[in-house]
């Protein structure tokens, strides 16, 4: 069965400042996708940004991005001009590419931002 | 885009008690997922219908059981509720990735 990790119960960042998420994932597929989900205290979960497996290039949406190395397994989400409205739980997500699957989440992150 | 709508919001129910919630999915998305999400944890899937038949189901025990409807909502239901039942219930609705609804909090006294 896939297995995702956070690391980081809690994590915190100055207004305009970068901060990077961690996540790594148990698979023996070749074929997913990894996600990164963000809950704010609205409770909706929104996604964030996307990442198929077989693209070597990492995603990439305004100020989120992602740097997936395959074969570490590894998934982290960086936050570049941190802004008030990014504080919320963080959640990463993986789901298998073959088939109708559902999604297996982390515990997530919970992220502050300071002003 | 229609969105994903739950209904309702909160609900709190007593110790062996039925609850039925229900999910709005955003049309033409023919697959409809529900999940778990405890205080403090990520959600954990209990089931998934494609096309009005369950076809995923995670570890949770028969009492949690699910519909889904030509119109694109579902509803999950609930019976002989426990305590460790009080949860936030996301519904996603999909058709390559996930759109959720903003759940529905549940708590069992």
């Known amino acids: 069965a896939q297995t995702v990790t956070q690391s980081q119960p809690e994590m915190s960042v100055q207004e305009a400042e970068t901060v990077t998420l961690s996540c790594t994932y148990d698979?023996?597929?070749?074929?997913?996708?990894l996600f990164w989900y963000k809950q704010p205290p609205s409770r909706q979960m929104i996604l964030v940004i996307r990442q198929e497996a077989y693209k070597q290039q990492n995603a990439t949406e305004n100020r989120f991005s992602v740097n997936f190395q395959k074969a570490a397994k590894s998934f982290s989400l960086k936050i570049s001009d941190s802004q008030l409205g990014d504080a919320a739980m963080y959640f990463c997500?993986?789901?298998?590419?073959?088939?109708?699957?559902?999604?297996?989440f982390g515990k997530g992150t919970r992220l502050s931002v300071i002003a | 885009e229609t969105g994903v709508t739950q209904s309702p919001t909160h609900l709190i129910k007593t110790r062996g008690q039925q609850v039925t919630l229900r999910c709005s999915s955003q049309s033409g998305h023919n697959t409809v997922s529900w999940y778990q999400q405890a205080l403090g944890q990520g959600p954990q899937f209990i089931f998934q219908?494609?096309?009005?038949?369950?076809?995923g189901r995670g570890n949770f025990p028969p009492r949690f059981s699910g519909l889904q409807f030509p119109n694109y909502s579902s509803e999950l239901n609930v019976n002989a509720l426990e305590l460790d039942d009080s949860a936030l219930y996301l519904c996603?609705?999909?058709?390559?990735?996930?759109?959720f609804g903003a759940g529905t909090r549940l708590s069992v006294l």
């Open positions: 997500a993986y789901r298998s590419g073959s088939g109708n699957t559902p999604l297996v």
């Open positions: 698979t023996s597929e070749s074929d997913y996708y």
């Open positions: 219908y494609y096309r009005e038949e369950e076809n």
């Open positions: 996603a609705s999909s058709l390559i990735g996930y759109l």
